[in-house]
């Protein structure tokens, strides 16, 4: 049976809205069959949705559980759609490559976690490195992804101290000018990121994404 | 009951998988077992007096940890248990517990709901940066607090020999743990509680090198002591717990065990999240066989434990737990008001109300993002004990009135950036004769008429 543009943008929304992974791969593959142009399902398909359940999730009417469901679904939709776009589409649709990590000494994930999961549902290609991450690791996983941005977690005051040392090692080793670098977690705030030289700071999920869109020129 | 060796074994053994499959199974699980049993939350209750739903909550609970066992992130292994074991372990469950010598020797018990028994108090300088000039005279401060039953961590030594921040893993931070043994001894002793019960826990850094650095210099016996180990949340642990848990075990300290279940987290709306910790409370005796057990209540967006989410999901675990079972319980209070203010003041009240009627001992309050070095108070924890013992009169209606109260007062300043910022240590204490300010005095007793007002009986 054939589906209206209208149908098909309908679908893969709602998939994503009621964390219907099968129903969003469905309607991006029903997509490509109607020759639907990839970018413009991504851009008023997914997109749209995901940007409401962000919202949902701020207004604290979901919680994490449906957050990675809905970003998982959203995700598995793009995947379809990519192939198919054209190059400048593709560069449009991603918006560039993030590794994230905890610092070193310091096991707390879940922030670290939202953040990555927001990153990913709003277009950015996340390297999630998990927790106690040594300084060169963050560079190693950056220089491997060719990144554009770094993301260092920290919990603790007593570790928040290793954000600094990650400054330091990237400098020491000439490759601070390549990477963008954001830092974020509790004890952190924008006086402290600009204290040991970090581009960027938010202090939750939410402003995570707008950082990293900023920091990358995109608006 | 099940052993510390065969879960350590299960822990080698277990079927493997994904930590990120582990977190949703538990989310997901949780989803829908509060649909099949029906629990829901209601935003206009802070403390239930619901059994049917408490009861519902438990055996939820006891089918969420059989049907996800716990995690271990080192080796990806699932740790598991059957009904039987579970049943069987908690017929062996400890519900009286004497620690401490002389005067302080104190008798830690299970509290059922309403109980008319009193609540165990565990406070301490805990989770606060505190500056080796002020360590002792801190300590001492809340070891003169009499209501105060088991000292719980002594702060945090974040700086020491010219190195402002003891890295983890560093030689700083056994350097430091050793001095915290020394501190701490002296604490006691100038306290005037030699013998006290303590939970010794993190003493500097983080890593759990420190714990173990200072051992041999740790005040008295080991029978005496507390030794803490957390779960991750949810249901997760890794190798170096196990590890700890092991030597603890070896030299015969008691365990005091608990997690922060995270609403907001994996463990989803306060309406899961009472069932995810449940089965941690549970999970964390059948691990660690600990004495005490703790929960946290802990909010994903407040990263304070008295909002109404926490305190709901705090009531009714606490009932679910406490009519079902002989375990000893704590709930712990961290507040988003910083030492000094009324509002900290206000919302330990406000958890402390909510826990004693639930069943639960308490621990605590401390800021739950302390802005200085030494930013603590031992006058909360004279109130927070008060409040504790007066409230072991009232039902769990009345409580929940006076809750609502409570809450109506501090709902709207829950975020940190509208949180009072409050006084450290120095500010509040006069650190040579460890008395109280004037103004910490009478902010002390505008506090505790406040709460005579709402019909509580303090003296
Ligand atoms: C859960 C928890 C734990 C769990 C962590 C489990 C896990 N898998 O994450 C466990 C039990 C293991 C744990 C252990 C410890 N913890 Co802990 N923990 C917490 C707790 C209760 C909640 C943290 C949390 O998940 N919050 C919810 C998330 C959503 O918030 P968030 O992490 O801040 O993230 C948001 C923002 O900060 C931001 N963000 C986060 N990361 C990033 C990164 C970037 C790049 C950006 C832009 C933004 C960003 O966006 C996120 C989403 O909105 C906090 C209390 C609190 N007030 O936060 C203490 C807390 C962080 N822990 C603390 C301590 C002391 C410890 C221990 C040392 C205690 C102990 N006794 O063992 C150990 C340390 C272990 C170690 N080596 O790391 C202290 C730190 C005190 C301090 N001075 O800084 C806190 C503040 C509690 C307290 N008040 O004492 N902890």
């Not at chain 2, 803490?228 to 070896?250: G, I, Q, R, W, Y």
Request: net charge negative; hydrophobic share 45%; glycine share 8%.
């Amino acid at each position: 049976m054939h589906m209206s543009k209208e149908e098909i943008l309908k679908e893969l929304r709602e998939g994503v809205l009621n964390y219907d992974e099968e129903r969003v791969k469905k309607a991006a593959m029903r997509a490509l069959e109607e020759g639907i142009d990839p970018f413009l399902a991504i851009k008023e398909g997914l997109t749209p949705a995901i940007n409401e359940i962000g919202k949902k999730f701020e207004r604290m009417e979901i919680f994490l559980p449906q957050l990675t469901i809905a970003a998982k679904a959203m995700e598995a939709g793009v995947a379809i759609l990519e192939p198919a776009l054209d190059k400048s589409q593709g560069e449009k649709v991603k918006l560039g490559k993030v590794v994230i990590g905890t610092v070193q000494g310091d096991i707390h994930s879940i922030g670290k976690n939202i953040v990555a999961t927001m990153l990913r549902a709003a277009g950015f290609e996340v390297i999630d490195l998990g927790v106690d991450v040594a300084v060169d690791k963050f560079l190693e996983a950056a220089e491997r992804a060719k990144a554009d941005i770094i993301a260092a977690s920290a919990l603790m005051s007593f570790t928040k101290v290793m954000q600094r040392d990650l400054v330091e090692y990237l400098k020491s080793v000439g490759a601070r000018d390549k990477y963008k670098l954001m830092v974020g977690g509790g004890p952190v705030n924008e006086e402290w990121a600009r204290e040991i030289g970090a581009d960027g700071y938010a202090e939750d999920a939410i402003k995570a994404v707008k950082v990293a869109k900023e920091l990358l020129g995109l608006k | 009951m099940i052993s510390f060796w065969e879960v350590a074994r299960r822990a080698e053994t277990g079927p493997m998988m994904k930590e990120s499959d582990f977190d949703m199974r538990i989310s997901m699980t949780a989803m829908e077992l509060a649909k099949e049993y029906e629990i829901k939350y209601d935003p206009s209750v802070y403390v239930s007096s619901d059994n049917t739903m408490a009861d519902d909550v438990w055996r939820a609970g006891i089918e969420l940890l059989l049907k996800c066992g716990v995690y271990n992130v080192s080796n990806k292994r699932v740790i598991t248990f059957e009904e039987h074991e579970v049943k069987e372990a908690l017929k062996h469950v400890v519900s009286e517990f004497e620690i401490g010598k002389g005067k302080d020797r104190i008798k830690i018990q299970a509290r059922g709901v309403e109980d008319s028994k009193k609540s165990t108090i565990f406070s301490g300088p805990f989770g606060v940066e505190t500056s080796l000039d002020v360590f002792v005279p801190l300590n001492q401060a809340f070891i003169q607090e009499p209501l105060v039953d088991v000292l719980f961590h002594g702060g945090h030594i974040q700086s020491i020999c010219g190195v402002n921040t003891i890295r983890a893993n560093s030689a700083f931070e056994v350097i430091a743990a050793r001095v915290y043994a020394e501190l701490m001894n002296q604490a006691l002793i100038l306290g005037g509680r030699p013998f006290m019960p303590i939970v010794w826990g993190v003493a500097a850094g983080v890593s759990s090198l420190n714990e173990l650095g200072a051992d041999s210099f740790m005040p008295k016996n080991p029978e005496d002591i507390f030794r803490a180990v957390m779960f991750l949340p949810e249901l997760k642990l890794d190798d170096v717990l196990l590890s700890k848990t092991a030597h603890f075990m070896n030299y015969g300290y008691p365990l005091y065990a608990g997690t922060t279940p995270v609403i907001g987290g994996y463990a989803g709306d306060a309406n899961t999240a009472a069932i995810v910790a449940v089965a941690e409370q549970i999970a964390t005796f059948l691990v660690f066989g600990a004495v005490v057990n703790h929960i946290g209540p802990q909010h994903m967006r407040y990263r304070s434990q008295t909002n109404p989410a926490s305190l709901w999901m705090n009531s009714v675990m606490g009932q679910a737990v406490a009519r079902n079972s002989k375990l000893i319980t704590t709930t712990s209070v961290t507040t988003a008001g910083r030492p000094g203010s009324m509002q900290m003041h206000l919302e330990a009240a406000a958890m402390a109300i909510c826990s004693v009627v639930s069943g639960r001992n308490l621990l605590g309050p401390r800021p739950a993002q302390p802005l200085y070095p030494n930013h603590h108070n031992p006058l909360h924890a004279r109130l927070f004990a008060e409040v504790a013992h007066a409230a072991i009169k009232l039902k769990r209606e009345d409580a929940n009135e006076i809750v609502a109260q409570l809450v109506a007062t501090y709902k709207d300043t829950l975020d940190f950036d509208k949180s009072p910022k409050g006084k450290t240590f120095e500010q509040s204490y006069d650190v040579r004769t460890l008395k109280p300010t004037e103004e910490n005095l009478s902010l002390y007793k505008e506090a505790k008429s406040k709460l005579i007002d709402l019909g509580l009986e303090l003296a």
